[in-house]
T-cell receptor
């Protein structure tokens, strides 16, 4: 089974641009998490999809962040418009068996200039 | 809310020395959270190192051990003899059931471990 994959691995954007990050969860999983990781805040949950329905939208991130899970094999995270403070590593994850742990993708490092 | 506090790094040890990375947690949403250690090796993604879901139990993997101590709310990571390949960032995490039906993970800030040859 393939694990969680994310593309691109690195993204550089100008302030005000729209960027779309992509994630393919573990095959057959309909649940998916999006996180943001920074040195100051650590890992912060952005979104949670259960059976492809958005259950958690990360409160503080609602304004410019939009996650979608169009089918069980693909999810996107759109940031519009980007700001320099969005520079971070964005991770997506699939839940493990029993839903205790989560399995993470390699992440996308976003730099906003 | 729930929180996790772990040793502030970087932690530097020599190969074959013993290691302990401290982790304490505060779980306000649940009495018995699940506890995890995740690791990120250089150039790789975040991966599960070990987990313990029952208080009093010990988890182990790749020579690392951690015991879920409910009394001291701790989950320290230990290894008797580290190797250079253990150099990585280690994250302690707490899992608790959320109203939306998922196991919400709360992570510590991470501890950078540097093992010198």
């Amino acid at each position: 089974d393939a694990g969680v994959t994310q593309t691109p691995r690195h993204e550089v954007a100008e302030k005000g641009q729209t960027i779309i990050l992509k994630c393919e969860p573990v095959s057959g999983h309909n649940d998916l998490f999006w996180y943001r990781q920074t040195k100051i805040q650590g890992l912060e949950l952005l979104s949670y999809f259960r059976s492809k329905s958005l259950m958690e939208d990360g409160g503080a991130f609602k304004d410019r962040f939009k996650a979608e899970m169009l089918n069980s094999s693909f999810s996107t995270l759109k940031i519009q418009p980007t700001e320099p403070k969005d520079s971070a590593v964005y991770l997506c994850a699939s839940p493990g068996t029993g839903y205790a742990e989560q399995f993470f993708g390699p992440g996308t490092r976003l730099t906003v200039l | 809310g729930d929180s996790v506090t772990q040793t502030e790094g970087p932690v530097t040890v020599s190969e074959s020395e013993s290691l302990i990375i401290n982790c304490t947690y505060s779980a306000t949403s649940i009495a018995y959270p699940n506890l995890f250690w995740y690791v990120r090796y250089p150039g790789e993604g975040l991966q599960l190192l070990l987990k313990v879901i029952t208080a009093g139990q010990k988890g182990s993997s790749r020579g690392f051990e951690a015991t879920y101590n409910k009394e001291t709310t701790s989950f320290h990571l230990q290894k008797a003899s580290v190797q250079e390949s253990d150099s990585a960032v280690y994250y302690c995490a707490l899992g608790a059931a959320h109203d939306s039906g998922y196991n919400k993970l709360t992570f510590g800030k991470g501890t950078v471990l540097l093992v010198s040859p």
